[in-house]
Structures are given as C-alpha cells and as structure tokens.
C-alpha cells in the first residue's frame, strides 16, 4: 500500500532457509529495511495526515491507560509519557 518493496529474500545467519524480505539494492548497495519502512511511514503522515497524527521521538511510554466496562473488558485509553505526562488516545 505504501510502496516498500519486500521482494528481495535473504538467507541471514542462523536460517536453513532464506525467509527475510528486504528490499532491492540501489547502485549494488543493500537498502536497510528498517530506515525504508519508517521513512516511508513518515512521509505517509507528513502527506496524508499532516496535523492528525503526531510523531513523537525521544519520548518513553511508561503506563497505558484504560477504562473498564461492565463485563470487565479493559480499552485502552491512552498513554502515560516519561513517567509523568498523559497523552489521552482519540481514536
């Protein structure tokens, strides 16, 4: 959906068997993986969903929050941040 490609696989040490996807070298160099899919996820949101989502870096999540309904089913609510801020889930 997001144009990372995967179609290269590789045999990494440890497998009997190639069962990695990466992506196709550019100029006879390996693509790092997981550089590729976070880029691409940022520029998704920087495109697509500029304002409705915020990327945060550096930040810790300590707790998550949630509710409980009457059946004892928690839901996830939001997010304690570095210990002390809460960051409410609106989704």
Known sequence: RHG???TVLSQLGGHSAK??????A???RPVPIGWKIT??????IDAEYD???EVRCGSV???????????????ITGV??????SIEADA
């Open 26 to 28: 550019v100029d006879g």
């Open 39 to 44: 880029k691409t996820l940022k520029d998704t």
């Open 61 to 75: 999540v300590t707790k998550l929050l949630h509710s409980v309904d009457d059946n004892g089913v928690k839901t």
């Open 19 to 24: 069962r990695t996807h990466r992506a196709p």
């Open 51 to 53: 304002g409705k989502i």
């Open 80 to 85: 304690e941040v570095n210990g002390s801020k």
């Open 4 to 6: 990372v490609p995967l």
